[in-house]
């Protein structure tokens, strides 16, 4: 395996894993994934300022305005489509910083009526994050939940900008004709490095064509449970996700670790860098259609946003901000460039049954 063995820094969640995989054994990835991001005092999550320019990694919305401005609008149209129910839950998984939702409130207060008949909803396990969002969106009535089963039931529109890259993932590894979990495990040195461990069953996930020594088969109970969670709202309910993986079936580790805005060993320093996989959008839109959703897309957020009419709503905030105009220009081109994030990122809109097909996916 590739990087089987890790350059650790010695971070005190290292020592914790330690202690614990010499004490309970081996631990598979999504154990490992979720300790990292997770852990009560070292988890990455407790840590502030890990999302914009001067943390680990940028967003979208951190990116440009305009981002968040287009998802209001959309929601607003959204609900309109969907006879403008009131109250309306909007909700939002993972928002960061908040800044998505102070820019998508700002936009949607253009289409009347929208403002009063919701109420706003954000999913976080950060408390970091969460204090974070209650600065941006000081004056927002807003109630935060750890899950999304935890919002009352009701039409709702969901939105979730890399929210589902974050959820931990098992990995399987083929070797000598059968699927073993990929696991975690120290070396003589006191370093972690990735192992092959117990034979696993995988009927159904694992590819049609037979797998090649040493292929990686990621799957993913976090989206499973978002997708049941959806499925069991019964009122009308329409959720965008935006993610960066492969529009069409692909399979492979895609688990990073980025530090700083650079790519790091997702096994060293553990709990100091943001750990993530990619979406596979062909499989969560068919697990949605499995469950009785209706799935569009995915379509790249190149085509989402230019659709949605990005380059005119950039024009007209240059020339209310000539001074701001060539850095909104570049904040836009880095979205919806097509060889860029504008290609990587992938938009996949799911609905409840009988619900119009929401724009732009016509
Ligand atoms: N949507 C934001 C942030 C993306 S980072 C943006 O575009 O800027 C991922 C976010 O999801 C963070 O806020 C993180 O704390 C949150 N998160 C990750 N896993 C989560 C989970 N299982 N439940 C709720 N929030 C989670």
Sequence with gaps: MSNARADNGDTALLEALRLRIRRDGPMAVDELMRTCLAHPQHGYWQRAGSIGTGGDFITAPEISQVFGELIGLWCAVVWQSMGQPAPLRLIELGPGRGTLMRDALRAGRAVPDFLDAIDVHLIEVS?????????????????????????????????????????????????????????????????????????????????????????????????????????????????????????????????????????VDPLSAPGSADLTAHVQFAHLARKARAVGLAAHGPMTQAEFLGRLGIVERAARLMAANPKQASAIEAGVQRLASPTGMGGLFKVLALCSSGLPRPPPFV
Aim: glycine share 10%; proline share 7%.
């Design 127 to 263: 408390g970091p994050l969460r204090e974070t969002q209650r600065q941006t969106l000081r004056g927002d009535d807003v109630t935060w939940h750890g899950s999304l089963s935890e919002v009352p039931e009701g039409p709702a529109i969901v939105i979730a900008n890399e929210f589902l890259d974050a959820l931990p993932i098992r990995q399987l590894v083929f070797l000598d004709g059968a699927w073993r979990e990929r696991v975690v495990e120290v070396d003589g040195q006191g370093a972690l490095r990735l192992a092959a461990g117990p034979m696993v069953e995988c009927a159904g996930e694992a590819p049609a064509e037979p797998s090649a020594q040493g292929a990686i088969l990621e799957l993913r109970a976090g989206e499973d449970e978002i997708i049941d969670q959806l499925a069991r709202r019964k009122a009308p309910h329409v959720a965008l996700f935006i993610d960066y993986g492969p529009a069409e079936p692909a399979h492979g580790d895609t688990l990073q670790a980025v530090r700083r805005h650079a790519y």
